[in-house]
């Protein structure tokens, strides 16, 4: 790192390697920039992406100021929490807690699929309110959000 011509600071890109098998190594400076380097675990602090975001299934334009304020409240819970305690608000139908973990174990009953997001990815559906989800899938500690769901239509119960 450093300065390089005309007052210009310049950032390396991170060092890859190969590793065993051919599979691609990052420096573990990179790991870290990247929230990677415990990504697998469950004490993992989630962030959230809309990479895959599809809004053509639901918009955040279709969600009244009530539940636009409680999905806001709901990126801070998930912020709050691990990976570990997420999945620990799953359960059975009636004891689900908190966020609501839910697996999807019928992947046709899912909205098509925004180009990108590999078929053998877990999808889950996270309690935004009583009645509001969103669906998505975790990579690493990233919770990818792929569909917003005000009505529970897409998976419910």
Known sequence: ?????????????????????GMIRLSPVACEVCNLANAGQS?????????????????????PPDK??????????????????????????????????TPHKHRNKLPPLPNGPSEDLTFFELRVTQEARVHGFRMGAVFFLVW????HRIYPM
């Open 1 to 21: 790192m450093g300065n390089r011509g005309k007052g210009k600071f310049h950032i390396p890109p991170p060092k890859v390697t190969a590793g065993e098998g």
């Open 43 to 63: 004490s993992s602090p989630p962030s959230v992406s809309l990479k895959y975001y599809n809004p053509r299934f639901e918009c955040f334009s279709k969600w």
């Open 68 to 101: 636009l304020a409680a999905f806001s409240s709901f990126i801070g819970k998930l912020a709050g929490h691990t990976w570990g305690a997420i999945y620990n608000t799953g359960g059975k139908l009636g004891n689900k807690t908190g966020l609501g973990y």
């Open 148 to 151: 917003l769901d005000k009505d």
